[in-house]
């Protein structure tokens, strides 16, 4: 059996706007994913901007920070068998038109800058990206 393993979910801010946030978690809790820290903020520019930085350059980076930055979004730390892979597969292609149905993107996603939700694509990724919004303090062990 593979090692359990953490990864770091963004409810971006259309997922909170659109009142989808119980029904995002919720498919994570159905699959046996274990949340391990939960919080609602408002995202700061700076946040954005380590968040988002591996695509810092490209012509969509303005408008990715423009679409969450001084708006509410929900971190979440998940922790499961093969977390990194299992979340990637439930959260669907990065364009919600071309997901999956049965993906989150797919059935709830409508744009693709702002297509409801963040996912961490590798345990480096997760590395890198959970202490952006997390102190150790906070997780549940």
């Known amino acids: 059996m593979s090692a359990l393993e953490k990864t770091f979910v963004l409810l971006k801010p259309s997922c909170v706007e659109r009142g989808l ?3 995002v978690i919720s ?7 274990i949340i391990k ?13 380590r968040l988002y930085e591996v695509h810092k350059g ?16 929900v971190a979440i730390l998940l922790e ?6 299992v979340v990637r597969k439930m959260i ?10 049965g993906t989150i993107r797919g059935d709830l996603g ?3 800058t702002d297509n409801i939700i963040h996912a ?12 952006i919004f997390f102190d150790e303090s906070e997780l549940l062990s």
């Open 80 to 85: 499961g068998r093969e977390a990194v892979i």
């Open 58 to 73: 490209k012509e969509f980076y303005d408008k990715l920070l423009s679409v969450v930055t001084g708006k509410r979004v």
């Open 92 to 101: 669907g292609a990065t364009d919600p038109a071309k997901a999956e149905p």
């Open 110 to 112: 409508l744009d693709l």
């Open 37 to 49: 820290g939960l919080k609602m903020m408002t995202m700061r520019k700076e946040m954005a901007e």
């Open 120 to 131: 961490s694509d590798s345990k480096e990724s997760y590395m890198r990206e959970a202490p």
């Open 21 to 23: 946030i119980g029904e």
């Open 27 to 33: 498919r994570f809790e159905r699959k046996g994913l």
